[in-house]
């Protein structure tokens, strides 16, 4: 007899998969509801049996369906009760209707069953806060890459000497550039139309 915590990882699947499993078989007519011991739910030798032969079939088929069907004697097998009220009918030993047992039910109960080790579930939550921390990681390194940048272009204090002279040149250029057009605006504004139109052109050649 095994504990329902201790099936799942007999099997290396989760906790959800394995109650699909139990009650497909339940579906079939197999008896398959855990019996209590304490706190616990505990399965037969009989009952680990079949969901060892639905694994097997699982791995051979590669899905539950087509497994056989509970076999009739099982399925005809009588449900066992108790007697609310603990003494005999006198008249042929039968019971009074409002007397009479119905088996007790739990499937709630068992699928409400916590499991004390979901392997699968401790994993998904694992990846799931690495990912979450690997976010603000990366929300932290761009946001402060963003700030340093636009400061270093306000400011321009390079602390690499090399980037400093290199922003200092580019400067002197456009600089020196700008200065050129305003010396001959004239000259400088028919080049400019100049290009533009030739761009126009080009476009519409291209169109």
Known sequence: MLSASALPQRYSIGKTYF????????????????????RKKIYTDEQIQILDELD?????????????EASAAALNTPTQSVSNDPETNEHGGLVHADQEQSEINEPAAEKIYVD?????????QQLAS??????????????AFN?????????RDFSVQELAEEVHKS????????????????????KIMAKLQSRRSSQRVTA
């Open 19 to 38: 109650y699909q499993r139990r009650d497909y078989l339940i579906k079939l007519g197999y008896d398959m509801e855990a019996v209590k011991d304490g």
């Open 56 to 68: 097997a079939h699982i791995k051979d088929t590669g899905a539950m369906e087509a497994f056989p």
């Open 116 to 124: 004390t080790n979901p392997l699968a579930d401790i994993q998904e």
């Open 130 to 143: 690495v990912e979450v921390a690997a976010q603000y990681s990366a929300a932290q390194n761009l946001t």
């Open 147 to 155: 700030y340093l940048t636009v400061d270093y272009m306000k400011h």
């Open 171 to 190: 400067e002197q250029a456009v600089r020196k550039t700008f200065d050129s057009m305003m010396q001959n605006p004239t000259s400088a504004t028919k």
